[in-house]
């Protein structure tokens, strides 16, 4: 037996009863996987092991309201029920695990609770990104960057994610992130779609290089989006009013730089009129009979569920807080996958809720779920070892009350900004 599996074996068997309740939230057997596949597993004894850093790190976004110390207290993270370790080495244990460890649990936490389709009809998934600000420090402006405007760079160094989500259940199934100097296009390269599926992308994604690769990698990977009001293209064929296949030109600079792309691509435009006004879409659904052009003018709405689940992820999980705790590049990455698998944690549990309750799963209301498991988590020390998986299941019976009602379908929420009053004057960069 190697000297990793020994050092696994004598720290796991000393974990404190919380750390045996969470086990039932994932496999601790797949946290020693992803510390051993990136070499951050704990060799010698600590009283923050590389396991217990990990569940710092959920903990940290589980218990946003809470500074770093008191997370620790409240997960009980210490070996032997020692005195839990002082601040410092609750920061040097995290310094010594991270971002990779969290990188590679968020990928194999979304590809083992994938939810396989049960039906011949095509998945519905959609992509977007999501900046988060990061505190101002020397570091995380020099690697990370931040957004300018026309008044200046704006004053927190950021932070970009592109998420591919489900939007029937609101799962995360792949993430990328980096620093503000790698656009979203670049960034959703990276995404592994899955087969079987229709995406949906605003116009920002239109390219035929990513475009063509996002449907030539698996099997049956299509993709739907706005149309731009100023498409370049010729009519192939008219396969019914208001919907045409058409072929569009490749850029010599997309050609240049992806010396593989044809001329010509081709895809299917839809023109329809929807609440009197006319939308164009495109998309690499060819069969206009199986998949009528009203039919994914109307599916194209599903891509506002991924503006949800990034408003649960922000306002709900993290308590509106504007700005990250990292001060560190590599720990601002490493907290935002904890971020990630906190929220993918949460989601599976609501797709449990929402079975037991026969409902669609963003029909569990996300921030009265969350605070409930949050909740059992939260007491869970003040009953007797292994009790949480007796206390989720009492929280499953109740699944119930947690559903929300139907959305009524002539609902219109325009998307507008309030202006925000205040006493302060603004301040501008002459006098930061």
Not at 13 to 24: D, F, G, Q, V, Y
Not at 109 to 133: E, F, K, S
Not at 147 to 161: E, K, V
Not at 275 to 300: E, F, I, N, W
Request: glycine content about 4%; some cysteine.
């Amino acid at each position: 037996m190697s000297l990793l599996q020994h050092a696994l074996n004598d720290t796991l068997p000393h974990t404190p009863s919380r750390l045996e309740a969470l086990a039932a939230l994932i496999d601790p057997d797949w946290i020693a996987q992803a510390l051993a596949v990136t070499g951050k597993a704990s060799i010698r004894r600590r009283k923050l092991p590389a396991e217990h850093a990990v569940w710092l790190v959920i903990g940290l976004a589980l218990f946003r309201h809470l500074p770093l110390w008191q997370v620790v207290q409240q997960l009980a993270l210490s070996l032997d029920q020692q005195t839990l370790p002082a601040p410092s080495a609750s920061v040097q244990a995290r310094q010594r695990l991270g971002d990779e460890p969290m990188a590679q649990l968020f990928r194999m936490l979304t590809q083992a609770w994938n939810r396989v389709p049960t039906h011949d009809a095509l998945r519905v998934l959609a992509v977007d990104g999501i900046v988060w600000c990061a505190p101002d420090t020397p570091e995380n402006q020099q690697q990370l960057g931040r957004c300018a405007t026309q008044h200046g760079a704006l004053p927190w160094a950021q932070i970009r994610a592109v998420c591919l989500m489900d939007t029937l259940s609101h799962e995360l199934l792949d993430a990328q992130m980096g620093g503000m100097d790698r656009g979203e296009l670049t960034l959703a390269a990276g995404l592994q779609g899955q087969d079987h599926s229709i995406t949906l992308f605003d116009r920002a994604y239109f390219s035929a290089a990513f475009l063509l690769q996002w449907q030539e990698q698996g099997v049956s990977r299509h993709w739907l989006m706005r149309a731009k009001d100023k498409l370049r293209y010729e009519s192939v064929m008219q396969l019914a009013a208001g919907d045409t296949l058409i072929r569009m030109p490749v850029s010599p600079q997309a050609r240049k730089q992806h010396s593989a792309l044809p001329r010509y691509w081709q895809a299917r435009l839809i023109e329809v009129e929807i609440a009197g006004r006319k939308r164009r879409y495109l998309t690499s659904v060819l069969d206009h009979q199986a998949y009528p052009a009203m039919q994914l003018a109307q599916l194209y709405a599903e891509r506002w569920e991924i503006e949800l689940g990034f408003r649960e992820i922000k306002q709900s999980l993290q308590h509106a807080e504007p700005v990250l705790r990292s001060k560190q590049p590599d720990l601002v990455r490493q907290e935002l996958w904890g971020v990630l698998i906190a929220y993918t944690l949460l989601r599976r549990w609501m797709r449990e809720m929402a079975a037991q309750a026969k409902v669609e799963p963003r029909r569990i209301s996300f921030h009265t779920a969350s605070y409930a498991i949050v909740n059992v988590l939260c007491f869970a020390s003040l009953s007797s070892a292994g009790t949480l998986p007796a206390q989720l299941s009492r929280l499953l019976e109740q699944s119930s009350l947690f559903v929300l009602p139907p959305r009524r379908p002539d609902r219109h929420c325009p998307r507008v900004v309030k202006n925000r009053a205040h006493k302060y004057p603004t301040k501008n960069a002459s006098q930061r």
